[in-house]
């Protein structure tokens, strides 16, 4: 079945650059949107954006200045880097698969998440 | 961006009541809403979506409505399983966005 499982580093200080990535099993890149999505802790779902194998992207305006996504076709996975971060960024990060389902769409596999803080 | 605004914030409910969750939004959105519930260290999950279909794999006490701006999603008997958080998502335009959660809880 498909699988995503996000990897990246528990901790990152203020004003470097938060990369992760998230590896895909199950079927290939080069179907479907990939989205990027977090959750501070305590606090609910914040969709940062998503790109399509047709080389879509889309970023949250709020970040957008901030961050970027990457593919590796040829290795199955995509990542995310988030320039310049503060405690604001700390969150639960999770990539998940947005599909397409009866003419609408939804996040229908998700990654476990992974925890990043923010701190010095 | 569109504003999603879900009642109540939290519920207090026993094994076998029904439940309503409401789910609005700041403007129509056609049936671009889906629901998702999460458990504490967990993902959320796809319960409903496009408003009324449910997930493949989801048990059909789960039901949801609605279109334009008002949306619910109903369970019809709860289960222990069902205690969690619950949040309702757009899709009708970028950037998507969730509402608040409803937190769901055993009395």
């Known amino acids: 079945q498909v699988q995503l499982q996000e990897s990246g580093p528990g901790l990152v200080k203020p004003s470097e650059t938060l990369s992760l990535t998230c590896a895909v099993s199950?079927?290939?890149?080069?179907?479907?949107?990939w989205t990027w999505i977090r959750q501070p802790p305590g606090k609910g779902l914040e969709w940062l954006g998503h790109?399509?194998?047709?080389?879509?992207?889309q970023y949250n305006p709020s970040l957008e200045r901030r961050l970027t996504f990457l593919v590796d076709t040829s290795k199955n996975y995509f990542s995310m880097h988030l320039t310049s971060v503060t405690a604001a960024d700390t969150a639960v990060y999770y990539c998940?698969?947005?599909?397409?389902?009866?003419?609408?769409?939804?996040?229908?596999?998700w990654g476990q998440g992974t925890m990043v803080t923010v701190s010095s | 961006d569109i504003q999603m605004t879900q009642s109540p914030s939290s519920l207090s409910a026993s094994v076998g009541d029904r439940v309503t969750i409401t789910c609005r939004t700041s403007?129509?959105?056609?049936?671009?809403l889906n629901w998702y519930h999460q458990k504490p260290g967990k993902a959320p999950k796809l319960l409903i979506f496009?408003?009324?279909n449910l997930q493949s794999g989801v048990p059909s006490r789960f039901s949801g409505s609605g279109s334009g701006t008002h949306f619910t999603l109903t369970i019809s008997s709860l289960q222990l399983e069902d205690f969690a958080t619950y949040y309702c998502?757009?899709?009708?335009?970028?950037?998507?966005?969730f509402g608040q959660g409803t937190k769901l809880e055993i009395k």
């Open positions: 403007q129509t959105i056609n049936n671009y």
């Open positions: 199950g079927t290939s890149i080069n179907y479907y949107y």
């Open positions: 998502q757009q899709s009708f335009t970028i950037p998507h966005t």
């Open positions: 998940a698969r947005r599909k397409w389902l009866q003419e609408t769409d939804a996040f229908d596999i």
């Open positions: 496009g408003a009324s």
């Open positions: 790109f399509s194998y047709s080389e879509i992207t």
